[in-house]
């Protein structure tokens, strides 16, 4: 606890006389011991400015604590920088000193030097190493469609990376949808957020699909370089657009999509056509068929000219019309004489073929019915009564073949025919001339 008469009497400073204080303490401690070497890996590294300073910042692998790194541009050697870049493991000689401008203390750097690739950076190369041989880094890049229906964007939604894709999709393409699923884009909730995100666009199934955010740090952009993000990106059923905003370095994520772009309003040009161009390819489409049916026209007048002294009069057509009528009456009369006398010809052989079938065909028949009438007369009674015999028959003309039959009776003989009645035969048993019982 401070005593309240310590509190009382303690010095009171304004903020430039605290940062003088401060000033004086670190250049005293410098005063006596020196520069000193200060390791880390380089983070935020940003190209010099105008006046040639380069700013960075020293980052402890293990805690994530960072210093911040100024080297003057007379301090910078002719083969510093190089190959300066996030994720390379430096150590850097120098002091600690007060920027009395807004009171921050940077570490001013005399001389850098590479020890290595950081932690970090082993890491990255190493994964993309690996994607590489799996094939998910290096495949066959998927284009871009010319007329998205709409456009998806992965990203924050309290952000400036999807206000600036609807800026520049409404600018270039009015009316064009620009869909947002929403997620954290850095810290720990990052990497299951976006993976939580990329299913939903993918359920939605986007024409294109951006995924990405603003500029930041390398530790801000740690989420685009999971391995589990970037899996889930390979893995996409639409073209993908990384748009991860950096300066120097490019994410993993730009390796793995489709396109890559280095701002989110890039990528929405990428993304998005710009109608001003198509309608200004489209006049010029036109322009250039409306010429190109002129031309065609004049061509085809200039041909009806040419031709126009080559075609012949109505008499020339008519008289050329009735020389192939001529000609084709000729042809067919030809034709007609040759078929007639062909068939004429055919008629007689037919004519003669056929009179040898029906006469062969009388002969035939002719002995056949001869045949048959020789047996029908040889069945016929009249033939019997030839030899001698008579044919007896009742009223009734039924033949009579029994002497016990009564009544009239009608005897036919060859040369005719008399009537006769039965008798009944003597009871004394006499017979008569005939020799009938």
């Not at 299913?199 to 986007?206: L, N, S």
Request: with cysteine; charged share 30%; proline share 5%.
């Amino acid at each position: 606890m401070v005593a309240a008469h310590e509190v009382l009497t303690a010095r009171r400073f304004t903020v430039p006389q605290y940062v003088q204080a401060i000033d004086r303490m670190l250049r005293d401690r410098v005063d006596r011991a020196g520069e000193f070497w200060l390791m880390g890996d380089v983070v935020d590294a940003r190209p010099s400015g105008t006046r040639g300073h380069r700013y960075w910042s020293l980052r402890d692998p293990n805690t994530d604590v960072r210093v911040r790194c100024v080297q003057w541009a007379g301090a910078i050697g002719e083969d510093d920088g190089d190959w300066m870049r996030d994720g390379t493991a430096v150590e850097a000689l120098g002091h600690p000193e007060v920027m009395r401008r807004d009171g921050q203390i940077l570490f001013v750097v005399s001389t850098v030097r590479r020890i290595g690739e950081g932690t970090t950076a082993r890491a990255r190369d190493e994964l993309i190493g690996r994607l590489t041989r799996e094939g998910v880094i290096g495949r066959a890049k998927r284009p871009l469609p010319r007329l998205p229906a709409w456009i998806g964007v992965v990203t924050s939604d309290s952000g400036a990376a999807v206000h600036d894709v609807r800026t520049v999709a409404h600018r270039r393409y009015p009316g064009m949808l620009v869909r947002l699923f929403p997620a954290a884009v850095q810290g720990d909730r990052a990497v299951p957020a976006l993976l939580a995100a990329l299913d939903a666009a993918y359920a939605a199934t986007p024409p294109v699909l951006l995924i990405g955010r603003g500029g930041g740090n390398p530790t801000d952009l740690a989420a685009f370089d999971d391995e589990a993000v970037l899996r889930k990106v390979a893995a996409s059923p639409c073209p993908t657009i990384s748009m991860v905003g950096h300066a120097i370095d490019h994410a993993v994520l730009d390796l793995v999509a489709d396109a890559a772009a280095p701002t989110p309003s890039a990528a929405a040009e990428l993304a998005t056509p710009d109608w001003l161009a198509m309608d200004d390819a489209l006049r010029r489409q036109r322009n250039r068929l409306r010429l190109a049916v002129m031309a065609s026209q004049r061509r085809r007048v200039d041909r009806i000219a040419s031709l126009r002294g080559r075609v012949p009069t109505r008499a020339q057509m008519l008289d050329r019309r009735i020389q192939r009528i001529r000609l084709s009456k000729a042809r067919l009369q030809r034709f007609a004489d040759r078929a007639i006398g062909e068939m004429a010809r055919r008629l007689d052989r037919h004519r003669m073929r056929l009179d040898r079938v029906v006469a062969s065909g009388l002969e035939a028949r002719s002995a056949h019915l001869r045949s048959w009438r020789e047996r029908v007369q040889a069945l016929d009674p009249l033939r019997v009564l030839e030899r001698g015999y008579a044919m007896v028959t009742d009223d009734h003309g039924r033949r009579v073949t029994a002497a016990s039959a009564d009544g009239g009776l009608l005897i036919r003989w060859l040369d005719g025919c008399r009537r006769a009645v039965v008798v009944p035969k003597e009871e004394d048993g006499h017979a008569g001339s005939g020799g009938c019982a």
